[in-house]
Protein backbone atom coordinates (compact mmCIF):
# COMPACT_ATOMS: atom_id res chain seq x y z
CA UNK A 1 0.00 0.00 0.00
CA UNK A 2 0.88 3.52 -0.78
CA UNK A 3 0.10 6.65 1.19
CA UNK A 4 -0.17 8.90 -1.65
CA UNK A 5 -3.72 9.63 -2.72
CA UNK A 6 -2.70 12.34 -5.60
CA UNK A 7 -0.10 12.09 -7.59
CA UNK A 8 1.36 14.02 -10.15
CA UNK A 9 3.57 13.00 -13.35
CA UNK A 10 5.77 15.60 -14.80
CA UNK A 11 7.14 14.26 -18.08
CA UNK A 12 4.77 11.67 -19.57
CA UNK A 13 7.82 9.41 -21.31
CA UNK A 14 8.69 5.62 -20.52
CA UNK A 15 9.25 5.73 -17.38
CA UNK A 16 5.72 7.89 -16.08
CA UNK A 17 3.85 5.74 -18.34
CA UNK A 18 5.00 2.52 -17.19
CA UNK A 19 4.24 4.13 -13.37
CA UNK A 20 0.38 5.12 -14.47
CA UNK A 21 -0.15 1.61 -16.15
CA UNK A 22 1.05 -0.20 -12.57
CA UNK A 23 -0.49 2.04 -10.31
CA UNK A 24 -3.81 1.65 -12.55
CA UNK A 25 -3.28 -2.22 -12.14
CA UNK A 26 -2.57 -2.11 -8.19
CA UNK A 27 -4.82 0.62 -7.08
CA UNK A 28 -7.28 2.27 -9.43
CA UNK A 29 -8.64 4.75 -6.60
CA UNK A 30 -5.57 6.36 -7.01
CA UNK A 31 -5.53 9.62 -8.64
CA UNK A 32 -3.18 10.43 -10.80
CA UNK A 33 -2.27 14.16 -13.36
CA UNK A 34 -0.21 14.13 -15.88
CA UNK A 35 2.06 16.93 -17.37
CA UNK A 36 4.50 17.20 -20.59
CA UNK A 37 6.00 20.28 -22.13
CA UNK A 38 5.15 18.79 -25.34
CA UNK A 39 1.69 19.77 -26.40
CA UNK A 40 1.76 16.79 -29.09
CA UNK A 41 3.20 14.48 -25.79
CA UNK A 42 0.21 15.66 -23.84
CA UNK A 43 -2.68 14.51 -26.55
CA UNK A 44 -1.25 11.17 -27.05
CA UNK A 45 -0.94 10.25 -23.42
CA UNK A 46 -4.60 11.82 -23.34
CA UNK A 47 -5.75 9.51 -26.48
CA UNK A 48 -4.26 6.33 -24.63
CA UNK A 49 -5.90 7.55 -21.83
CA UNK A 50 -3.12 7.52 -19.53
CA UNK A 51 -3.96 9.02 -16.81
CA UNK A 52 -6.15 13.16 -16.49
CA UNK A 53 -3.50 15.46 -18.14
CA UNK A 54 -3.18 18.91 -17.65
CA UNK A 55 -1.99 21.36 -20.08
CA UNK A 56 -1.02 23.80 -17.12
CA UNK A 57 1.90 22.40 -14.36
CA UNK A 58 0.00 24.84 -11.63
CA UNK A 59 -3.03 22.75 -11.82
CA UNK A 60 -1.39 19.35 -12.47
CA UNK A 61 0.30 19.34 -9.40
CA UNK A 62 -2.56 21.26 -7.40
CA UNK A 63 -3.25 19.57 -3.90
CA UNK A 64 -1.46 16.36 -4.80
CA UNK A 65 0.69 14.36 -1.99
CA UNK A 66 3.52 13.53 -4.16
CA UNK A 67 5.14 14.98 -7.54
CA UNK A 68 7.32 12.57 -9.96
CA UNK A 69 10.10 14.40 -12.27
CA UNK A 70 9.72 12.04 -14.87
CA UNK A 71 12.11 14.44 -17.15
CA UNK A 72 15.04 14.20 -18.65
CA UNK A 73 17.90 15.04 -16.50
CA UNK A 74 18.82 18.44 -18.37
CA UNK A 75 15.25 19.53 -17.54
CA UNK A 76 14.83 18.99 -14.18
CA UNK A 77 16.39 22.57 -13.79
CA UNK A 78 13.48 23.92 -15.71
CA UNK A 79 10.97 22.28 -14.45
CA UNK A 80 11.35 23.21 -10.88
CA UNK A 81 11.68 27.08 -11.62
CA UNK A 82 8.39 26.53 -13.12
CA UNK A 83 7.14 24.55 -10.52
CA UNK A 84 8.84 25.84 -7.52
CA UNK A 85 5.75 28.48 -6.80
CA UNK A 86 2.80 26.05 -6.97
CA UNK A 87 4.58 23.21 -4.19
CA UNK A 88 2.07 23.28 -1.73
CA UNK A 89 4.40 23.04 1.52
CA UNK A 90 4.92 19.58 3.09
CA UNK A 91 4.30 17.61 -0.56
CA UNK A 92 6.72 15.18 -1.24
CA UNK A 93 8.67 15.53 -4.74
CA UNK A 94 10.87 12.58 -6.21
CA UNK A 95 12.96 11.93 -9.37
CA UNK A 96 13.39 9.11 -11.64
CA UNK A 97 16.70 10.90 -13.23
CA UNK A 98 19.91 8.63 -13.98
CA UNK A 99 22.38 10.88 -12.45
CA UNK A 100 21.96 11.76 -8.74
CA UNK A 101 24.02 14.46 -7.80
CA UNK A 102 23.85 16.84 -9.96
CA UNK A 103 20.09 16.55 -9.56
CA UNK A 104 20.21 16.78 -6.08
CA UNK A 105 22.65 20.34 -6.77
CA UNK A 106 19.58 21.63 -8.85
CA UNK A 107 16.04 20.46 -7.04
CA UNK A 108 17.04 19.99 -3.20
CA UNK A 109 17.58 23.82 -2.19
CA UNK A 110 14.52 25.14 -4.35
CA UNK A 111 12.10 22.79 -3.36
CA UNK A 112 13.05 23.31 0.56
CA UNK A 113 12.61 26.99 -0.23
CA UNK A 114 8.99 25.94 -1.28
CA UNK A 115 8.68 23.58 1.88
CA UNK A 116 8.23 20.66 0.01
CA UNK A 117 9.93 17.52 0.39
CA UNK A 118 12.56 16.34 -1.99
CA UNK A 119 13.63 12.64 -1.95
CA UNK A 120 16.37 11.92 -5.19
CA UNK A 121 15.33 8.68 -6.15
CA UNK A 122 16.29 6.20 -9.05
CA UNK A 123 14.12 3.29 -10.66
CA UNK A 124 16.41 0.88 -12.38
CA UNK A 125 14.31 0.05 -15.38
CA UNK A 126 13.87 0.94 -19.04
CA UNK A 127 13.92 -0.63 -22.31
CA UNK A 128 15.18 1.29 -25.91
CA UNK A 129 11.70 2.67 -26.56
CA UNK A 130 10.49 6.35 -25.51
CA UNK A 131 7.10 8.25 -25.38
CA UNK A 132 3.71 7.79 -23.47
CA UNK A 133 3.60 4.56 -25.53
CA UNK A 134 6.09 2.90 -24.75
CA UNK A 135 5.39 1.85 -21.42
CA UNK A 136 3.83 -1.24 -19.83
CA UNK A 137 2.91 -1.71 -16.15
CA UNK A 138 5.78 -4.63 -15.83
CA UNK A 139 8.56 -2.68 -16.45
CA UNK A 140 8.99 -2.38 -12.37
CA UNK A 141 8.47 -5.63 -11.18
CA UNK A 142 11.71 -7.49 -9.54
CA UNK A 143 14.06 -4.27 -10.64
CA UNK A 144 15.52 -2.30 -7.91
CA UNK A 145 15.29 0.97 -7.02
CA UNK A 146 18.28 3.42 -5.37
CA UNK A 147 17.23 6.02 -3.34
CA UNK A 148 20.07 8.57 -2.38
CA UNK A 149 19.28 10.55 0.50
CA UNK A 150 21.24 13.91 1.51
CA UNK A 151 21.67 15.06 5.30
CA UNK A 152 18.58 17.48 4.01
CA UNK A 153 16.01 14.47 3.55
CA UNK A 154 13.22 14.49 5.74
CA UNK A 155 13.37 10.65 7.16
CA UNK A 156 9.73 9.97 6.91
CA UNK A 157 9.23 11.18 3.32
CA UNK A 158 12.25 8.74 2.24
CA UNK A 159 10.03 6.22 4.43
CA UNK A 160 7.46 7.22 2.13
CA UNK A 161 8.55 7.12 -1.72
CA UNK A 162 10.89 3.73 -0.76
CA UNK A 163 7.63 2.28 -0.05
CA UNK A 164 5.60 3.33 -3.16
CA UNK A 165 8.47 2.33 -5.39
CA UNK A 166 8.25 -1.38 -3.26
CA UNK A 167 3.77 -0.90 -4.24
CA UNK A 168 5.05 -1.08 -7.72
CA UNK A 169 7.04 -3.90 -7.48
CA UNK A 170 10.28 -2.80 -6.91
CA UNK A 171 13.17 -3.77 -4.33
CA UNK A 172 14.88 -0.76 -2.44
CA UNK A 173 18.37 0.23 -1.39
CA UNK A 174 19.45 3.43 0.17
CA UNK A 175 23.37 4.83 -0.87
CA UNK A 176 24.96 8.09 -1.55
CA UNK A 177 24.32 10.02 -4.58
CA UNK A 178 28.46 9.74 -4.87
CA UNK A 179 27.92 6.25 -4.84
CA UNK A 180 25.06 5.87 -7.11
CA UNK A 181 26.80 7.77 -9.39
CA UNK A 182 29.69 5.56 -9.85
CA UNK A 183 27.80 2.37 -10.10
CA UNK A 184 25.66 3.53 -12.43
CA UNK A 185 28.36 5.27 -15.12
CA UNK A 186 29.62 1.71 -14.70
CA UNK A 187 26.43 -0.37 -15.44
CA UNK A 188 24.88 1.77 -17.28
CA UNK A 189 26.37 4.80 -18.87
CA UNK A 190 29.48 3.29 -19.76
CA UNK A 191 27.82 0.34 -21.61
CA UNK A 192 25.15 3.08 -23.35
CA UNK A 193 28.40 5.31 -24.77
CA UNK A 194 30.38 2.23 -25.94
CA UNK A 195 27.24 0.83 -28.21
CA UNK A 196 26.75 4.66 -29.20
CA UNK A 197 30.03 4.47 -30.47
CA UNK A 198 30.54 1.21 -31.76
CA UNK A 199 27.18 1.95 -33.83
CA UNK A 200 28.62 5.07 -34.70
CA UNK A 201 32.23 3.40 -36.61
CA UNK A 202 29.88 1.18 -38.23
CA UNK A 203 27.60 3.54 -39.64
CA UNK A 204 30.42 5.41 -40.91
CA UNK A 205 32.03 2.87 -42.39
CA UNK A 206 32.93 3.26 -46.19
CA UNK A 207 33.93 -0.62 -47.34
CA UNK A 208 30.57 -2.38 -46.08
CA UNK A 209 27.73 -1.78 -47.07
CA UNK A 210 24.49 -1.02 -44.77
CA UNK A 211 22.75 -3.81 -45.83
CA UNK A 212 25.75 -6.44 -45.26
CA UNK A 213 25.61 -4.95 -41.38
CA UNK A 214 21.86 -5.50 -41.34
CA UNK A 215 22.27 -8.93 -42.79
CA UNK A 216 25.11 -10.23 -40.91
CA UNK A 217 24.23 -8.24 -37.48
CA UNK A 218 22.98 -11.39 -35.30
CA UNK A 219 26.40 -12.66 -34.90
CA UNK A 220 26.77 -9.83 -31.86
CA UNK A 221 26.30 -6.38 -33.44
CA UNK A 222 22.23 -6.10 -33.11
CA UNK A 223 22.90 -6.26 -29.42
CA UNK A 224 24.70 -2.83 -29.23
CA UNK A 225 21.74 -1.71 -31.89
CA UNK A 226 19.23 -1.73 -29.24
CA UNK A 227 20.91 -0.20 -26.21
CA UNK A 228 22.06 2.77 -29.01
CA UNK A 229 18.06 3.08 -30.23
CA UNK A 230 17.65 4.58 -26.66
CA UNK A 231 16.46 8.39 -26.18
CA UNK A 232 19.13 10.71 -27.38
CA UNK A 233 18.27 13.42 -25.43
CA UNK A 234 18.09 11.52 -22.05
CA UNK A 235 21.40 9.94 -22.79
CA UNK A 236 22.98 13.53 -23.61
CA UNK A 237 22.12 14.69 -20.38
CA UNK A 238 22.70 11.76 -18.35
CA UNK A 239 27.19 12.11 -20.27
CA UNK A 240 26.71 15.86 -19.61
CA UNK A 241 25.77 15.81 -15.45
CA UNK A 242 27.95 12.70 -14.66
CA UNK A 243 31.42 13.71 -16.20
CA UNK A 244 33.55 12.29 -13.50
CA UNK A 245 32.59 9.31 -13.61
CA UNK A 246 31.91 8.67 -16.83
CA UNK A 247 35.48 9.80 -17.82
CA UNK A 248 37.03 7.67 -14.79
CA UNK A 249 34.96 4.25 -16.17
CA UNK A 250 36.40 5.22 -19.53
CA UNK A 251 39.73 5.28 -19.00
CA UNK A 252 39.98 2.33 -17.59
CA UNK A 253 37.65 1.06 -20.40
CA UNK A 254 40.43 2.12 -23.21
CA UNK A 255 43.61 0.87 -20.90
CA UNK A 256 41.97 -2.85 -20.91
CA UNK A 257 41.27 -2.20 -24.70
CA UNK A 258 44.48 -1.51 -25.67
CA UNK A 259 45.83 -4.07 -23.44
CA UNK A 260 43.88 -6.71 -25.54
CA UNK A 261 44.54 -4.98 -29.01
CA UNK A 262 48.03 -5.21 -27.39
CA UNK A 263 47.39 -8.54 -26.95
CA UNK A 264 45.78 -9.48 -30.71
CA UNK A 265 49.00 -7.36 -32.26
CA UNK A 266 51.49 -9.91 -30.34
CA UNK A 267 49.01 -13.20 -31.27
CA UNK A 268 49.50 -13.62 -26.77
CA UNK A 269 46.95 -16.50 -26.84
CA UNK A 270 46.96 -17.04 -23.16
CA UNK A 271 46.10 -13.28 -22.27
CA UNK A 272 43.25 -14.01 -24.68
CA UNK A 273 42.10 -16.82 -22.85
CA UNK A 274 42.47 -16.52 -19.47
CA UNK A 275 40.42 -12.78 -20.30
CA UNK A 276 37.95 -14.31 -21.92
CA UNK A 277 37.48 -17.16 -19.16
CA UNK A 278 36.91 -14.86 -16.36
CA UNK A 279 33.81 -12.86 -17.16
CA UNK A 280 31.65 -15.88 -17.56
CA UNK A 281 30.70 -16.27 -13.71
CA UNK A 282 29.62 -12.34 -13.72
CA UNK A 283 26.66 -13.52 -16.27
CA UNK A 284 26.11 -16.65 -14.30
CA UNK A 285 25.22 -14.47 -10.98
CA UNK A 286 23.18 -12.07 -12.92
CA UNK A 287 20.84 -14.87 -14.47
CA UNK A 288 21.02 -16.00 -10.82
CA UNK A 289 19.54 -13.17 -9.63
CA UNK A 290 16.79 -12.94 -11.40
CA UNK A 291 18.45 -10.10 -13.27
CA UNK A 292 18.00 -11.61 -16.75
CA UNK A 293 16.65 -14.53 -18.94
CA UNK A 294 18.81 -17.57 -19.01
CA UNK A 295 17.29 -18.73 -22.16
CA UNK A 296 20.45 -18.45 -24.72
CA UNK A 297 20.05 -15.34 -27.01
CA UNK A 298 17.90 -13.53 -24.58
CA UNK A 299 15.08 -16.07 -25.92
CA UNK A 300 14.47 -13.92 -28.79
CA UNK A 301 14.96 -16.32 -31.71
CA UNK B 1 16.58 -31.12 -50.42
CA UNK B 2 20.53 -32.41 -50.09
CA UNK B 3 22.33 -34.37 -52.14
CA UNK B 4 24.26 -35.51 -49.43
CA UNK B 5 22.83 -38.84 -47.73
CA UNK B 6 25.65 -39.65 -45.02
CA UNK B 7 27.68 -36.42 -43.61
CA UNK B 8 30.34 -36.27 -41.14
CA UNK B 9 30.51 -33.52 -38.53
CA UNK B 10 33.85 -32.99 -36.76
CA UNK B 11 33.67 -30.81 -33.69
CA UNK B 12 30.32 -31.50 -31.79
CA UNK B 13 29.57 -27.97 -30.14
CA UNK B 14 26.47 -25.60 -30.73
CA UNK B 15 26.85 -25.24 -34.50
CA UNK B 16 27.06 -29.14 -35.14
CA UNK B 17 24.73 -30.13 -32.17
CA UNK B 18 22.28 -27.38 -33.92
CA UNK B 19 22.85 -28.96 -37.69
CA UNK B 20 22.16 -32.22 -36.48
CA UNK B 21 18.92 -31.42 -34.96
CA UNK B 22 17.97 -28.97 -37.92
CA UNK B 23 18.96 -32.22 -40.38
CA UNK B 24 16.58 -35.10 -38.09
CA UNK B 25 13.48 -32.55 -38.81
CA UNK B 26 14.01 -31.75 -41.77
CA UNK B 27 15.17 -35.25 -43.18
CA UNK B 28 16.11 -38.63 -40.92
CA UNK B 29 16.61 -40.71 -43.44
CA UNK B 30 20.24 -38.71 -43.95
CA UNK B 31 22.99 -40.44 -41.87
CA UNK B 32 25.07 -38.29 -39.47
CA UNK B 33 28.06 -39.02 -37.97
CA UNK B 34 29.93 -36.98 -35.27
CA UNK B 35 33.12 -36.87 -33.64
CA UNK B 36 34.84 -34.81 -31.39
CA UNK B 37 38.48 -35.16 -30.17
CA UNK B 38 37.25 -34.55 -26.53
CA UNK B 39 36.56 -37.80 -25.11
CA UNK B 40 33.77 -36.55 -22.69
CA UNK B 41 32.05 -34.27 -25.66
CA UNK B 42 31.54 -37.87 -27.56
CA UNK B 43 29.95 -39.24 -24.41
CA UNK B 44 27.97 -37.09 -23.77
CA UNK B 45 26.50 -36.27 -27.45
CA UNK B 46 25.90 -40.21 -27.86
CA UNK B 47 24.08 -40.25 -24.52
CA UNK B 48 21.77 -37.30 -25.73
CA UNK B 49 21.17 -39.34 -28.97
CA UNK B 50 22.65 -36.14 -31.22
CA UNK B 51 23.92 -38.56 -33.94
CA UNK B 52 25.85 -41.70 -34.66
CA UNK B 53 29.42 -40.90 -32.86
CA UNK B 54 32.99 -42.52 -33.50
CA UNK B 55 35.88 -42.87 -31.83
CA UNK B 56 37.88 -42.62 -34.72
CA UNK B 57 38.19 -39.78 -37.19
CA UNK B 58 38.89 -42.45 -40.03
CA UNK B 59 35.65 -43.85 -39.25
CA UNK B 60 33.75 -40.92 -38.99
CA UNK B 61 34.13 -39.82 -42.44
CA UNK B 62 34.25 -43.19 -44.01
CA UNK B 63 32.43 -43.15 -46.95
CA UNK B 64 30.70 -39.80 -45.85
CA UNK B 65 29.88 -37.03 -48.69
CA UNK B 66 30.31 -34.33 -46.89
CA UNK B 67 32.57 -33.30 -44.11
CA UNK B 68 31.94 -30.51 -42.05
CA UNK B 69 34.05 -28.85 -40.24
CA UNK B 70 32.74 -27.18 -37.10
CA UNK B 71 36.15 -26.72 -34.51
CA UNK B 72 37.48 -23.40 -33.52
CA UNK B 73 39.41 -21.67 -35.91
CA UNK B 74 42.49 -22.46 -34.11
CA UNK B 75 41.71 -26.01 -34.70
CA UNK B 76 41.26 -25.85 -38.59
CA UNK B 77 45.03 -26.86 -39.05
CA UNK B 78 45.20 -29.79 -36.46
CA UNK B 79 41.85 -31.54 -37.69
CA UNK B 80 43.10 -31.36 -41.76
CA UNK B 81 46.50 -33.23 -40.52
CA UNK B 82 44.58 -36.21 -39.02
CA UNK B 83 41.96 -36.62 -41.61
CA UNK B 84 43.63 -35.68 -44.94
CA UNK B 85 45.16 -38.92 -45.28
CA UNK B 86 41.29 -40.82 -44.88
CA UNK B 87 39.36 -38.02 -47.19
CA UNK B 88 38.33 -39.94 -50.07
CA UNK B 89 38.19 -38.32 -53.83
CA UNK B 90 36.05 -36.38 -54.92
CA UNK B 91 34.53 -35.73 -51.05
CA UNK B 92 32.93 -32.25 -49.86
CA UNK B 93 34.31 -30.18 -47.31
CA UNK B 94 33.05 -27.58 -45.59
CA UNK B 95 33.79 -25.70 -42.48
CA UNK B 96 31.68 -22.83 -40.24
CA UNK B 97 34.78 -20.89 -39.01
CA UNK B 98 34.47 -17.57 -38.64
CA UNK B 99 37.27 -16.69 -40.17
CA UNK B 100 37.83 -17.28 -43.67
CA UNK B 101 41.33 -16.21 -45.19
CA UNK B 102 43.41 -17.94 -42.49
CA UNK B 103 41.28 -21.45 -43.25
CA UNK B 104 41.31 -21.42 -46.43
CA UNK B 105 44.69 -21.01 -46.20
CA UNK B 106 45.44 -23.90 -43.52
CA UNK B 107 42.84 -26.00 -45.30
CA UNK B 108 43.15 -25.82 -49.19
CA UNK B 109 46.39 -27.11 -50.06
CA UNK B 110 45.60 -30.17 -47.73
CA UNK B 111 41.86 -31.09 -48.95
CA UNK B 112 43.09 -30.46 -52.72
CA UNK B 113 46.30 -33.07 -52.33
CA UNK B 114 43.63 -35.35 -50.81
CA UNK B 115 41.50 -34.68 -53.92
CA UNK B 116 38.62 -33.77 -51.73
CA UNK B 117 36.47 -30.27 -52.73
CA UNK B 118 37.10 -27.62 -49.90
CA UNK B 119 34.33 -25.13 -50.28
CA UNK B 120 34.39 -22.28 -47.37
CA UNK B 121 31.75 -21.28 -45.59
CA UNK B 122 30.35 -19.42 -42.44
CA UNK B 123 26.14 -19.62 -41.56
CA UNK B 124 26.18 -16.47 -39.01
CA UNK B 125 24.17 -18.16 -36.32
CA UNK B 126 25.24 -18.78 -33.10
CA UNK B 127 24.13 -18.14 -29.09
CA UNK B 128 26.10 -17.36 -25.79
CA UNK B 129 26.03 -21.15 -25.03
CA UNK B 130 28.38 -23.66 -26.33
CA UNK B 131 28.41 -27.54 -26.31
CA UNK B 132 26.69 -30.49 -27.76
CA UNK B 133 23.60 -29.36 -25.54
CA UNK B 134 23.35 -25.73 -26.38
CA UNK B 135 22.40 -26.85 -30.09
CA UNK B 136 18.17 -26.50 -31.61
CA UNK B 137 16.55 -27.12 -34.45
CA UNK B 138 15.88 -23.51 -35.25
CA UNK B 139 19.31 -21.66 -35.05
CA UNK B 140 19.72 -21.08 -38.80
CA UNK B 141 15.91 -20.28 -39.67
CA UNK B 142 16.18 -16.95 -41.62
CA UNK B 143 19.97 -16.79 -40.87
CA UNK B 144 22.70 -15.86 -43.05
CA UNK B 145 25.29 -17.59 -44.46
CA UNK B 146 28.30 -16.86 -46.22
CA UNK B 147 30.32 -18.67 -49.15
CA UNK B 148 33.47 -17.35 -50.05
CA UNK B 149 35.32 -19.33 -52.58
CA UNK B 150 38.66 -18.99 -54.02
CA UNK B 151 39.94 -19.90 -57.85
CA UNK B 152 40.00 -22.87 -56.58
CA UNK B 153 36.72 -24.38 -55.58
CA UNK B 154 34.91 -26.47 -57.64
CA UNK B 155 31.67 -24.40 -59.23
CA UNK B 156 29.31 -27.59 -58.64
CA UNK B 157 30.55 -28.18 -54.85
CA UNK B 158 30.06 -24.68 -54.07
CA UNK B 159 26.52 -25.09 -55.33
CA UNK B 160 25.80 -28.70 -53.55
CA UNK B 161 26.89 -26.68 -50.26
CA UNK B 162 24.99 -23.55 -50.75
CA UNK B 163 22.01 -25.73 -51.27
CA UNK B 164 22.55 -27.71 -48.36
CA UNK B 165 22.72 -23.87 -45.95
CA UNK B 166 19.43 -23.19 -47.52
CA UNK B 167 18.20 -26.80 -46.90
CA UNK B 168 18.77 -26.31 -43.07
CA UNK B 169 16.68 -22.74 -43.63
CA UNK B 170 19.68 -20.74 -44.28
CA UNK B 171 19.74 -17.67 -46.71
CA UNK B 172 23.13 -17.55 -48.54
CA UNK B 173 25.25 -14.81 -50.09
CA UNK B 174 29.28 -15.41 -51.71
CA UNK B 175 31.85 -13.09 -51.23
CA UNK B 176 35.80 -13.09 -50.88
CA UNK B 177 37.18 -13.83 -48.01
CA UNK B 178 38.85 -10.79 -47.48
CA UNK B 179 35.59 -9.03 -47.50
CA UNK B 180 34.18 -11.32 -45.20
CA UNK B 181 36.62 -11.13 -42.66
CA UNK B 182 36.04 -7.29 -42.69
CA UNK B 183 32.30 -7.30 -42.73
CA UNK B 184 32.22 -10.39 -39.72
CA UNK B 185 35.20 -8.27 -37.80
CA UNK B 186 32.65 -5.12 -38.03
CA UNK B 187 29.07 -7.01 -37.15
CA UNK B 188 30.71 -9.59 -34.98
CA UNK B 189 34.28 -9.82 -33.62
CA UNK B 190 34.82 -6.11 -32.57
CA UNK B 191 31.00 -6.06 -30.49
CA UNK B 192 32.39 -9.23 -28.64
CA UNK B 193 35.78 -8.00 -27.74
CA UNK B 194 34.41 -4.84 -26.52
CA UNK B 195 31.86 -6.83 -24.53
CA UNK B 196 34.33 -8.86 -23.33
CA UNK B 197 36.83 -5.49 -22.15
CA UNK B 198 33.89 -3.95 -20.71
CA UNK B 199 32.62 -6.59 -18.62
CA UNK B 200 36.43 -7.55 -17.25
CA UNK B 201 36.54 -3.69 -16.34
CA UNK B 202 33.64 -4.43 -14.35
CA UNK B 203 35.79 -7.39 -12.50
CA UNK B 204 38.15 -5.43 -11.64
CA UNK B 205 36.87 -2.89 -10.11
CA UNK B 206 37.57 -1.96 -6.55
CA UNK B 207 34.98 0.92 -5.50
CA UNK B 208 31.73 -1.00 -6.79
CA UNK B 209 30.81 -4.49 -5.37
CA UNK B 210 29.73 -7.29 -7.51
CA UNK B 211 26.49 -7.70 -5.52
CA UNK B 212 26.15 -4.13 -6.91
CA UNK B 213 27.00 -4.75 -10.73
CA UNK B 214 24.67 -7.57 -10.38
CA UNK B 215 21.78 -6.07 -8.90
CA UNK B 216 22.41 -3.06 -11.24
CA UNK B 217 23.07 -4.80 -14.58
CA UNK B 218 19.83 -4.66 -15.81
CA UNK B 219 20.09 -0.79 -16.98
CA UNK B 220 22.72 -1.72 -19.95
CA UNK B 221 25.23 -3.90 -18.60
CA UNK B 222 23.65 -7.13 -18.43
CA UNK B 223 23.84 -7.29 -22.69
CA UNK B 224 27.61 -7.22 -22.73
CA UNK B 225 27.43 -9.92 -20.49
CA UNK B 226 25.81 -12.27 -22.38
CA UNK B 227 27.96 -11.65 -25.25
CA UNK B 228 31.13 -11.77 -22.83
CA UNK B 229 29.77 -15.14 -22.10
CA UNK B 230 30.93 -16.78 -25.52
CA UNK B 231 33.22 -19.78 -25.79
CA UNK B 232 36.33 -18.65 -24.88
CA UNK B 233 38.78 -20.89 -27.44
CA UNK B 234 36.97 -20.02 -30.09
CA UNK B 235 36.79 -16.23 -29.32
CA UNK B 236 40.61 -16.77 -28.86
CA UNK B 237 41.28 -18.11 -32.00
CA UNK B 238 38.97 -15.90 -34.03
CA UNK B 239 41.01 -12.79 -32.24
CA UNK B 240 44.13 -14.98 -33.59
CA UNK B 241 43.62 -15.34 -36.92
CA UNK B 242 41.87 -11.96 -38.57
CA UNK B 243 44.52 -9.53 -37.02
CA UNK B 244 44.30 -7.20 -40.00
CA UNK B 245 40.87 -6.71 -39.88
CA UNK B 246 40.14 -6.24 -36.10
CA UNK B 247 43.46 -3.80 -35.39
CA UNK B 248 42.00 -1.56 -37.97
CA UNK B 249 38.54 -1.17 -36.69
CA UNK B 250 39.64 -1.44 -32.86
CA UNK B 251 41.40 1.99 -34.21
CA UNK B 252 38.24 3.71 -35.58
CA UNK B 253 35.99 2.70 -32.36
CA UNK B 254 38.66 4.59 -30.12
CA UNK B 255 39.02 7.06 -32.29
CA UNK B 256 35.26 7.77 -31.95
CA UNK B 257 35.07 6.90 -28.50
CA UNK B 258 37.50 9.46 -27.93
CA UNK B 259 35.75 12.08 -29.71
CA UNK B 260 32.92 11.39 -27.53
CA UNK B 261 35.04 11.06 -24.27
CA UNK B 262 36.05 14.64 -25.44
CA UNK B 263 32.98 15.89 -25.94
CA UNK B 264 32.00 14.89 -22.64
CA UNK B 265 34.86 16.52 -20.78
CA UNK B 266 33.92 19.86 -23.24
CA UNK B 267 30.63 19.69 -22.07
CA UNK B 268 29.69 19.74 -26.43
CA UNK B 269 25.95 18.35 -26.09
CA UNK B 270 25.41 18.91 -29.35
CA UNK B 271 27.79 16.83 -30.45
CA UNK B 272 26.53 14.12 -28.24
CA UNK B 273 22.95 14.44 -29.24
CA UNK B 274 24.29 14.80 -32.99
CA UNK B 275 25.69 11.11 -32.57
CA UNK B 276 22.95 9.30 -30.67
CA UNK B 277 20.18 10.67 -33.26
CA UNK B 278 21.84 8.83 -35.96
CA UNK B 279 22.24 5.30 -34.53
CA UNK B 280 18.23 4.18 -34.09
CA UNK B 281 17.68 4.16 -38.09
CA UNK B 282 20.12 0.96 -37.92
CA UNK B 283 18.07 -0.81 -35.36
CA UNK B 284 14.99 -0.06 -37.45
CA UNK B 285 16.94 -1.74 -40.71
CA UNK B 286 17.54 -4.84 -38.69
CA UNK B 287 14.34 -5.05 -37.16
CA UNK B 288 12.68 -4.63 -40.10
CA UNK B 289 15.13 -7.27 -42.18
CA UNK B 290 13.78 -9.97 -39.58
CA UNK B 291 17.57 -10.00 -37.80
CA UNK B 292 15.94 -9.11 -34.70
CA UNK B 293 13.13 -8.69 -32.85
CA UNK B 294 11.07 -5.11 -32.50
CA UNK B 295 10.36 -5.90 -29.43
CA UNK B 296 11.28 -3.82 -26.03
CA UNK B 297 13.70 -5.73 -24.36
CA UNK B 298 14.07 -8.05 -26.69
CA UNK B 299 11.10 -9.16 -25.00
CA UNK B 300 12.86 -11.04 -22.00
CA UNK B 301 11.34 -9.21 -19.35
Known amino acids: MTE ?3 IAIIGLGLIASSICLSLRQKDPAIQIVGYDNDKEVRKRAKRIGLCEIESNIEKAVNDCNLIILCVPVGQMYPVIQKLKNFIEPGTIITDV ?3 KLSVIKELEAHTEDAKGKFVPSHPIAGTEKSGPDAGYAGLFDGRWCIL ?4 KTNKKALKSVEIFWRFLGMQTKIMTPEHHDLVLAVTSHAPHLIAYTMVGVVDDLETVTKSEIINYSAAGFRDFTRIAASDPVMWRDIFLNNQDAHLEVLGRF ?3 LFSLQRAIRKKDGDYLLRYFERTRS ?6 AAGQDTGIPNFGRD
Chains 1, 2 share one sequence.
Open 4 to 6: FRK
Open 282 to 287: IRKGIV
Open 148 to 151: TPTK
Open 254 to 256: TEE
Open 97 to 99: GSV
